[in-house]
């Protein structure tokens, strides 16, 4: 069966530091690779997503960037995080078209 | 894809029928629509979806109308643990990257 692992759950930084968070699906390949950020008291909003190795579409330009270095490897950075960025992160995977999404336990992340 | 409207708020009592509308009067014949909901503090989780047809799985049941442009998800028997922000949401087949866009879903409140 498919999983979605997400790390680390709860996560404090500093302004300014930088930020990696990573997210990997097993039980699937070529899978489709999403981020959400979820502000506090807020609706969901689509970071980044991703339909292969290396590809990346960006639907919000803001501090973050994403990776996909493997097929099922998400990863989230930051080179200098800012206040704004505080949020609940969370990584999906779907196996396209016509499939739901399966999301991670996500990340909480507050900006210091 | 289509957009949704639906009620920010509603409660339930416990054992009831939870029946939470759904407007996308604008949904196109090959866009699907789905349901999600999202618990305090956890990531969405997928609840069911269908295209025209009345669906039923173990978690509910999702009526759609028969032009299309409004869907009932029915929990049959609420209980204090389905209070969760539930998400209704069109999707398209020509939608790249196969994205969910999450509205501000209703915020279902059951009470005992």
């Known amino acids: 069966s498919q999983t979605i692992h997400q790390w680390p759950a709860t996560l404090v930084q500093p302004v300014g530091s930088p930020l990696s968070l990573e997210c990997t699906v097993e039980?699937?390949?070529?899978?489709?690779l999403y981020w959400y950020r979820q502000a506090a008291g807020r609706g969901l909003q689509l970071l980044f997503y991703?339909?292969?190795?290396g590809q990346i579409s960006s639907e919000v330009p803001q501090n973050l960037s994403a990776s996909r270095p493997q097929d099922r490897q998400f990863i989230l950075s930051s080179k200098k995080l800012l206040l704004s960025d505080s949020g609940f992160y969370l990584c999906?995977?779907?196996?396209?078209w016509g499939y739901g999404y399966t999301f991670g336990s996500g990340t909480r992340l507050t900006v210091v | 894809d289509a957009k949704t409207t639906q009620p920010p708020s509603m409660d339930c009592a416990e054992g009831r029928a939870a029946n939470l509308p759904c407007n996308h009067s604008?949904?196109?014949?090959?866009?699907?629509v789905y349901w999600y909901r999202q618990i305090h503090s956890q990531g969405p989780q997928y609840i069911i979806h269908?295209?025209?047809n009345n669906e039923t799985n173990e978690m509910a049941s999702l009526i759609i109308t028969e032009d299309r442009k409004s869907s009932t998800l029915i929990l049959p028997h609420a209980t204090l643990r389905d209070t969760a922000v539930y998400y209704c949401?069109?999707?398209?087949?020509?939608?790249?990257?196969?994205?969910?866009?999450f509205g501000g879903g209703t915020r279902l409140m059951v009470k005992p």
């Open positions: 269908g295209l025209k």
């Open positions: 949401i069109v999707r398209g087949y020509n939608n790249a990257g196969n994205m969910l866009t």
């Open positions: 991703s339909v292969g190795i």
């Open positions: 604008t949904i196109s014949g090959n866009e699907y």
């Open positions: 039980g699937t390949s070529n899978p489709n």
């Open positions: 999906a995977w779907s196996g396209g």
